[in-house]
Nanobody, 118 residues
Framework: VQLVESGGGLVQAGGSLRLSCAAS????????MGWYRQAPGKQRDLVAG???????QYADSVKGRFTISRDNAKKTVYLQMNGLKPEDTAVYYC?????????????WGQGTQVTVSS
């Protein structure tokens, strides 16, 4: 299984970014997918997860600002991030699992850096 994230970068507070995670070596349409983030000195936390059937779950800190979606034909999961805040600065990781969970953690990408300036 290979998960490759892209779309990170530097953005001003209030701006938007869209992260993508392209999956290979996985039966994508039956896999649960998720996005996590880890800031320096902090633990890795779930940002959003989505079941194979498309049911999403969000961390309270991003509800109303972030949207997770998936395109099974492209084997890609997205994280649309709007209204970014400096506290959203972190390395964002894509994760996958064949277990029916909104907190997948069996396979991981290498991460993409998101930096939000104030």
């Amino acid at each position: 299984v290979q998960l490759v994230e892209s779309g990170g970068g530097l953005v001003q507070a209030g701006g938007s970014l869209r992260l993508s995670c392209a999956a290979s070596g996985i039966i994508f349409n039956i896999a649960a997918m998720g996005w996590y983030r880890q800031a320096p000195g902090k633990q890795r936390d779930l940002v959003a997860g989505i079941l194979a059937q498309g049911v999403p779950q969000y961390a309270d800190s991003v509800k109303g600002r972030f949207t997770i979606s998936r395109d099974n034909a492209k084997k890609t999961v997205y994280l649309q991030m709007n209204g970014l805040k400096p506290e959203d600065t972190a390395v964002y990781y894509c994760a996958a699992s064949y277990r029916p969970t909104q907190t997948p953690s069996d396979y991981w990408g290498q991460g993409t850096q998101v930096t939000v300036s104030s």
